[in-house]
């Protein structure tokens, strides 16, 4: 009997997390029989999640789609029957022809991070979307006004080297939860700590972070830049600033000062956010006496109508003390701009040709697809659940749900959102195509090798675009690019951090560090990438847009109206659950067991209030729908606070809803960005 043929391929995790995860796949005769972390790595050093750890039940799940098909029920009713690629595409590309004719930007495509890879989110998809001239979705879910918000301060979104951390005296996890999104930072975090860092968590939730962390500050939702302003009042008043760093290295001190001391003083920062006076004088002396101090900033807190001011304010307090001196000192919300990939080669703006397509707002896609004008008529979704994932659900599903609404849907399984389709194509997972990543949460460039054949009739988003440009006559050289084209293209730059970088190193080697020193301290003499080079806190670029160029506190909407928590008197929360990631993986058995049921964590307080009792089915409601969950009294909420790990597929949830029919369509006041946690509630027992 002969040996079994075996290789190991080096693969990168593909979904919407800040680790970006270097993998090996282990192939026997051409099937997937292992997944590990790449011991080689030196971020993620060998460990994966529990979810991608069981990535191979998923891609070898029964439940794939695995070939083209086309409607035969109802909108929402899920039935259809098996057709042909050629079927599929002809049909899909006459409604474009058709749509295209009439106004292309009738066509909208509904795209997100469901894969975060250059090949599979953002290459080929956006160049058929440009020539066609279609409308341009403005992808704002998760984190576009904390972006905003440290392009202010910072210049762009970059921040201290999260390999880091395990040297700091002091972390501050700024509504950041890594133990469920964010695991190999965690274990930096961790590490510290047994080093004797002192670890503090800044949430209103009492998370499995927060739980194993020196200290917690349960603020109220939205007011964390209220609680940043009240850290600069005592930093300037008991002058724990570093004068010299501020003088060589920033922009707008002196008018900053004046105001977090007139305005912002401790006693009525701590009226606004729920806390002690003395938590807030204790956390500035920390934060600028324990040294190298680091602060995780994560998504959770900008996701409110403040949010992008709140990210720029908190962003400005490592400058004041000095923090960006050390490798082990800054701020960190993301470290996507410190690449220099080549984006204007990969999407191709140049094929609008001079056209200004309008753009939607993501976060609105329910509005969007109810009443825009012109309508949208065809819509192509792919990396993407909205039904599920966003806000205000009950006019997304009547947007999908007209019949006069051409939709195809792109994905591995049969979603809600795939429910209304009237084409649903099977795209490959992971372990099927080519692609490269960046990470927003660490300094290497990854490569995803295909490890095994497409499962049925799967194809790579990339492919699916290039036969629909194909029938739709694009004839330029660029829709006939491979995979690995586009993979070249996208490092195929001459930005200094991507000095060294080529595609065929990390392709072979799995991952290749930017060009930065080992010890990265990036603006520890200046040089962020603003206009002026400094830390600015005082913003030209805010000020040219009519805001005001100083910090300050913008509240949250609803959290903070006092009339609406008279009907509504509960904040609303929906962070990840433990398991899931958005929505990937909440339809695998595995996980929703290990999540068990939608529950509403309330504390004690609320719950009584309302005759609640631990494991009682609850309705939880407002004034744009209502689901029905199981409670949870635990008190890991502050008071006033519930909250509802999410996102469960609608069609697992007990009343076919779930956390997206409560969350509203307002915008952020940067970037347009989402507000998922700006949100009031009321609960009773069903």
Known sequence: MSESVSEVV????????????????????????????????????????????????????????????????????????????????????????????????TILPSSYAGTMGMVQYSSMDRRFFHKLGATQLDRTLCSTA???????????????????????????????????SNLHLWGRVQDAKRKGAKIIAIDPYKSLSAEKCTQHVALLPGTDGALALGMMHVLVRDKLVDRDYIEKYTLGYDALA????????????????????????QLARDYATIKPAAIRLNYGMQRHAGGGIAARTIACLPALTGAWRDPAGGIVLSTSDFYGFDHAALERPDLLAGRRPRVINHSQIGDALTSANPPVKVTIVYNNNPVAVCPESDKVIAGFSREDLFTVVIDHFQTDTADYADIVLPATTQLEHLDVHKSYGHLYVLANNPAIAPVGESLPNSEIFRRLAARLGFDEP????????????????????????????????????????????????????????????HSKWLEDQGIDPLPFYNPPAEVADEALAKRYPLAFLSPPARHFLNSSFANIARFREFEREPHLDLHPQDAAARGIRDGDAVRVFNDRGSYTLRARINGKPRPGVVVAPSVWWKKYSPDGRNANNLTSQRVADLGGGATFYDCRVQVERV
């Open 10 to 105: 080096r693969v990168a995790c593909p979904h919407d997390c800040p680790d970006t995860c270097a993998m090996l796949v282990t192939v026997e005769e051409g099937k997937a029989t292992k997944i590990q972390g790449d011991p080689k790595a030196p971020f993620t050093e060998g460990t994966i999640c529990t979810k991608v750890s069981h990535y191979l039940e998923r891609t070898y799940s029964p439940d794939r789609l695995q070939y083209p098909m086309k409607r035969v029920g109802r909108k929402g009713e899920g039935k259809f029957k098996r057709i042909t690629w050629d079927e599929a595409l002809d049909e899909i590309a006459a409604k474009l022809k058709a749509a295209a004719a009439e106004n292309p930007e």
């Open 146 to 180: 904390g972006k905003y918000g440290l392009k202010a301060t910072l210049g762009a979104s970059v921040g201290m080297d999260p390999e880091r951390f395990d040297e700091a005296k002091l972390i501050i996890l700024w509504g950041a939860n890594p133990v469920v």
């Open 258 to 281: 004046k105001r977090v001391l007139a305005e912002y003083s401790p006693e009525r920062v701590a009226k606004l956010c729920g806390v002690d006076a003395a938590a807030i004088e």
């Open 478 to 537: 660029c829709f006939r690019d491979s995979d690995e084209d586009i993979c070249r293209t996208a490092v195929a730059s001459t930005k200094p951090k991507m000095a060294g970088v080529t595609w065929d190193k990390v392709k072979a080697e799995g991952w290749q560090k930017l060009a930065v020193p080992a010890r990265f301290a990036p603006f520890a003499e200046g040089g962020f990438p603003t206009p002026s080079g400094k830390c600015e806190f």
